[in-house]
Nanobody, 120 residues
Framework: QVQLVESGGGLVQPGGSLRLSCAASGSIFSLYAMAWYRQAPGKQRELVAGSTSGGSKNYADSVKGRFTISRINALNTVYLQMNSLRPEDTAVYYC??????????????WGQGTQVTVSS
């Protein structure tokens, strides 16, 4: 069984920083893209940043220059460094991984979500 466990959310003041972590564990055969999504109240879930196994990265326009996605493939872990946070960044952040498990083939997995609140 595959699990994605996120950590690092919390309450931060505008202009502050947070670092989210997501570790994939279980019967993983191959790990492809990993990404962070977020969902604010009353809004659809949106892609924040993504990272392929080859090192390519992409970002939502709203976070470019402020957020950085990184990963350690050997640890099946992805990070999201969030700087210059704004109130509009407030949302539940979800980790997503495209991987092949030894039991279920290739599919996407989601973490449980971690709350990020930016407020003074």
């Amino acid at each position: 069984q595959v699990q994605l466990v996120e950590s690092g959310g919390g309450l931060v003041q505008p202009g502050g920083s947070l670092r989210l972590s997501c570790a994939a564990s279980g019967s993983i055969f191959s790990l492809y893209a990993m990404a962070w999504y977020r969902q604010a109240p009353g809004k659809q879930r949106e892609l924040v940043a993504g990272s392929t196994s080859g090192g390519s990265k992409n970002y939502a326009d709203s976070v470019k220059g402020r957020f950085t996605i990184s990963r350690i493939n050997a640890l099946n872990t992805v990070y999201l460094q969030m700087n210059s946070l704004r109130p509009e960044d407030t949302a539940v952040y979800y980790c997503n991984a495209d991987l092949v498990s030894t039991h279920q083939g290739r599919r996407a997995y989601w973490g449980q979500g971690t709350q990020v609140t930016v407020s003074s």
